[in-house]
């Protein structure tokens, strides 16, 4: 007979909280299964308020919040955008929809986000040139915050807009305040892999109700108010449903038991693994309290005695899911012809890294099958 696998272990399952049927039932008797609803009101009012950021926008994904946001910010054909090169790819793809040109910057070795030395010296540089950047756009890495006052500060010199995107960061905090707080604007992502999900979706947020005022009129296919449709630009279909806002406010009502659970499962994979030669795991900043959304490693052959990619295989084949850390954008076929400025510590960490399973419902045992196969790879 042959052996069954043993359960599968997702890198990141949704992880529904029980109170969400209640209000998408909710939704059902009140009928608006539309684009538009008291749900989604509540749930963007609940989201300002846990964010301290007064407007806030839900829409269909992360990726349509970040595009909404570069248009808005005025991103147009031949402008450059600088971003994180690790990161994943939503990131940047507006840059591309908006026929801008993206430059990406390594990350700070510390923290695994946008270096602001690189960013200084490329923005004084620019400066003299006379070529600014329309806005940049630094990524919260797995969750940890990117170093938002240093970034400002920069950017602030010379008048170019933060758009953060904080997709991998709800639920972190920088310097005591929520992650996105404090910029011209901020992104999040309720995907399905993400720490709370509403199965697809997004948010925007800012301190500017005018800006959110033009993202919410973009997002709902840019209608003029009047009664007959009429149009002088080109909008989108993005507003987030009324069914999944109910999700999200279900969701968003464990956020920080979540938050307290990835980190718990954090500290275990270290205490289980951190004796292990050539292991290290990514640090956090100390200006932030990060919501360790996933788990990285990285695994230095020479101490390890075997690469990432065999501890990868090596969970596969127990039917335990983990991945490589980003692949940089800039190396990244689609990128090729993108500049790229500072050195190689992206690559270095997309070559060594590997993010392991780190769903909120994990058990101690799921944990330990983990640890035991990375264990078991050691030499
Ligand atoms: C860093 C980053 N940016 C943007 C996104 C895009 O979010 P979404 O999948 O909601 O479009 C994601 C996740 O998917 C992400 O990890």
Same mark, same amino acid.
């Not at 696998?5 to 939704?27: D, T």
């Not at 301190?207 to 009047?226: C, H, N």
């Not at 005695?305 to 065999?310: I, S, V």
């Not at 090729?336 to 890294?353: C, N, P």
């Given at each position: 007979?042959?052996a ?8 990141s ?9 209640p ?8 009928n608006?299964?539309a ?8 749930f963007e009012?609940?989201?300002a ?19 909404l946001?570069?248009r ?16 994943f790819i939503?990131s940047v ?7 801008a040109?993206p ?8 923290t ?15 400066a ?9 756009v630094?990524?919260?890495l ?7 006052d240093?970034?400002r500060?920069i ?8 758009l !953060?995107?904080a997709?991998?960061?709800v ?7 929520k992650?996105?707080a404090?910029e011209?604007a901020a992104?999040?992502s309720f995907?399905?892999n ?17 800006l959110?005022?033009?993202?919410r009129?973009?997002s ?5 108010p ?11 279909n ?9 999700i999200?406010i ?5 956020l920080?038991?979540r ?7 954090f ?5 289980e693994?951190?004796?292990l030669?050539g ?14 959304w996933l788990?990285a ?15 990868r295989?090596?969970?596969?084949a ?8 980003w ?11 993108a500049?790229? !400025?500072g050195?190689?510590v ?9 993010c392991?399973?780190s769903?909120?419902?994990?058990t101690?045992?799921e ?7 990375v264990?078991?790879c050691?030499?």
């Amino acid at each position: 007979m042959p052996a069954t696998k043993p359960p599968r272990i997702f890198l990141s399952p949704p992880h529904m909280s029980g109170r969400e049927l209640p209000l998408i039932e909710e939704v059902f008797e009140s009928n608006y299964v539309a684009p538009a609803g008291p749900m989604l009101e509540r749930f963007e009012a609940a989201f300002a308020e846990y964010l301290d950021i007064p407007h806030t926008l839900a829409v269909s994904s992360g990726t349509a919040a970040l595009h909404l946001a570069m248009r808005i910010l005025g991103v147009g054909e031949k402008d450059e955008v600088w971003a994180s090169s690790l990161t994943f790819i939503a990131s940047v793809s507006a840059i591309d929809f908006l026929r801008a040109e993206p430059v990406f910057f390594d990350v700070d070795e510390a923290t695994w986000t946008m270096d602001p030395n690189l960013l200084e010296e490329e923005m004084r540089r620019a400066a003299r040139q006379g070529r600014l950047p329309k806005a940049v756009v630094p990524t919260d890495l797995y969750g940890q915050c990117c170093d938002l006052d240093a970034i400002r500060t920069i950017c602030d010199a010379h008048g170019v807009p933060v758009l !953060v995107d904080a997709a991998e960061s709800v639920g972190s905090e920088y310097r005591g305040r929520k992650s996105g707080a404090g910029e011209r604007a901020a992104a999040y992502s309720f995907n399905g892999n993400k720490i709370i999900t509403t199965s697809g979706g997004g948010l925007l947020a800012s301190d500017d109700g005018e800006l959110i005022a033009e993202a919410r009129f973009l997002s709902t296919q840019a209608r003029e108010p009047v009664v007959h449709y009429q149009h002088e630009t080109i909008g989108y279909n993005y507003r987030m449903s009324n069914v999944l806002a109910a999700i999200g406010i279900g969701q968003l009502s464990v956020l920080d038991e979540r938050v307290a659970k990835r980190r718990a499962i954090f500290d275990r994979y270290r205490e289980e693994l951190c004796d292990l030669p050539g292991i290290a795991f990514m640090p956090e900043a100390d200006y932030g309290r990060s919501n360790r959304w996933l788990t990285a490693i990285t695994i230095d052959p020479a101490g390890f005695g075997n690469d990432r990619e065999h501890v990868r295989l090596a969970l596969e084949a127990e039917n335990i899911e983990a991945r490589p850390v980003w692949k940089p954008m800039h190396l990244q076929p689609v990128f090729r012809e993108a500049r790229h !400025v500072g050195g190689a510590v992206g690559e270095r960490l997309f070559e060594t890294g590997l993010c392991l399973p780190s769903g909120s419902q994990m058990t101690d045992e799921e944990i330990d099958r983990v640890v035991s196969i990375v264990r078991e790879c050691a030499r």
